[in-house]
T-cell receptor, first 110, second 115 residues
């Protein structure tokens, strides 16, 4: 099973950047890093993914280290609605199963 | 908008009855779909991989005769919980695959309560 390591929980002030780290030291060269989040009682929401280059979309930025063994998800201006469990996962592609770890509970405080 | 539709969003059934959950891919013909289960305060656990036109692949410890999966078309996969018991009460979530590096998209889940 693909294993990642994330902090159990983090806090962030509303309006500030939230930086969520993830270690994925056993990632293979053709595996992508995916980030999802789950708000209580909803299905996981896709945020962003990348292979080796940094990526940015309307939701977040993804910074992947050069050795690809870790990454950081950045929410540039966290809002209260960003409070959720964030999952970092790596996989060989979307037709490959995703194995979810425990994720990081991000709490955005007013 | 949503690209995976899951129905129903919640269901209550009596012990011993069967419940069917539908998962539809709205924007993509998905040859592969996945079913997950999530117990309170726990992470998602993959139950099975649903393959269009062939048998599903079940994860270790998941009873294939209890959790029947049918993927008869490229846009619909169904999960039937047969002879449900209270311990089957959980949050069931489906997702659909896509092209090689595209992300999985998930349905909004089905809350099953067996009384």
């Amino acid at each position: 099973d693909a294993k990642t390591t994330q902090p159990t929980s983090m806090d962030c002030a509303e309006g500030r950047a939230a930086n969520l780290p993830c270690n994925h030291s056993t990632i293979s060269g053709n595996e992508y890093v995916y980030w999802y989040r789950q708000i209580h009682s909803q299905g996981p929401q896709y945020i962003i993914h990348g292979l080796k280059n940094n990526e940015t979309n309307e939701m977040a930025s993804l910074i992947i280290t050069e050795d690809r063994k870790s990454s950081t998800l950045i929410l540039p201006h966290a809002t209260l609605r960003d409070t959720a469990v964030y999952y970092c996962i790596y996989s060989g592609g979307s037709n490959y199963k995703l194995t979810f770890g425990k994720g990081t509970l991000l709490t955005v405080n007013p | 908008g949503a690209v995976v539709s899951q129905h129903p969003s919640w269901v209550i059934c009596k012990s011993g009855t069967s419940v069917k959950i539908e998962c539809r891919s709205l924007d993509f013909q998905a040859t592969t779909m996945f079913w997950y289960r999530q117990f309170p305060k726990q992470s998602l656990m993959l139950m099975a991989t649903s393959n269009e036109g062939s048998k599903a692949t079940y994860e270790q410890g998941v009873e294939k005769d209890k959790f029947l999966i049918n993927h008869a078309s490229l846009t619909l996969s169904t999960l039937t919980v047969t002879s449900a018991h209270p311990e089957d009460s959980s949050f069931y979530i489906c997702s659909r695959g896509g092209s090689y590096n595209s992300p999985l998209h998930f349905g909004n889940g089905t809350r099953l309560t067996v009384t």
